[in-house]
Every structure is written in C-alpha cells, then in structure tokens.
C-alpha cells in the first residue's frame, strides 16, 4: 500500500507525537521499576495525585543528556518517515527509532527506570522541566 504525501505527513506527525509522549512508557516496557538509592531520583506524590521526582545535579546532567540524544534520534525519525513508501516501512523505521532511543538512553549512563521516571516528572513538575532545560541548553 503506498502512502500519499498527506497520509505521510499525518503519519509522520503523529508518530513524532506518539514517540515523545509514548517514549517513557516503551522504555519501561525494556526496563525495571522506579529509581531508588542515594542520589538517584525518587518520586514521591503530592497532594494533588501527580508524581513528583527529586533529581540530583548529577543525575540531572546525565539524563539531558540522553534526553538530547532521544531528540536528536526523535528529529531524524520525523524526517525518514516522511518518505516512508508504505506503513510496513513506516513501522519498521519507527521499531529501529525506539531501539536507537533504548541503546541512546543506556549508553549516556542513565538507567532506563530512571529516564522514564524523569521524563515522566517533567510533565507535571514545571520546576523539574525548567532544570532540564537549562541542563540542556548547558550541553
């Protein structure tokens, strides 16, 4: 089955959405459970239900890291599935993309249950995004 151009596009976009917003949830599908130990990040509950995760400065520099990385990865998927001939080939871009992501994560030195318990605090804690933000910009 071949794509039309507007199919790609739509496709692409929302793949590109899928894997930012899906990309904690693949991982901790490769991976264990939450972070815990000394100076790793742990989370705890607010009153308000949502996860809050506390980040040392350490393990903060290391996740922007593979964060930029998953991006960059994230960035270039976009660009391929825009000339995906078909939705196989599309899935399979996709399926190579979320491995890249996994290998990029682990080869920056942060624990996949760690990546995904930060990159999932950084949607309801906007202290903890700013931090990687400026973590980021700093790299």
Avoid: C, H, W
């Avoid at 793949?15 to 949830?25: D, I």
């Avoid at 991976?31 to 989370?43: D, L, Y």
């Avoid at 942060?110 to 605090?121: C, H």
């Amino acid at each position: 089955m071949t794509l039309t151009k507007t199919n790609t596009l739509t496709a692409t976009a929302l793949l590109a959405a899928g894997l930012l917003s899906a990309g904690p949830v693949l991982a901790q599908s490769m991976g264990g459970g939450g972070a815990t130990g000394g100076g790793q990040p742990q989370g705890s509950y607010s009153s308000q239900g949502a996860q809050q995760v506390e980040v040392d400065d350490g393990t903060l520099a290391t996740f922007a890291e593979a964060f930029q990385n998953v991006q960059e990865l994230n960035q270039e998927l976009t660009e391929e599935m825009s000339t995906a001939k078909s939705t196989e080939a599309a899935q399979s871009m996709q399926q190579e993309a979320q491995e890249a992501m996994v290998k990029a994560v682990e080869n920056s030195g942060i624990s996949i249950a760690d990546y995904n318990e930060i990159a999932s605090g950084m949607r309801y804690d906007p202290v903890l995004a700013e931090r990687v933000k400026e973590a980021v910009g700093d790299l």
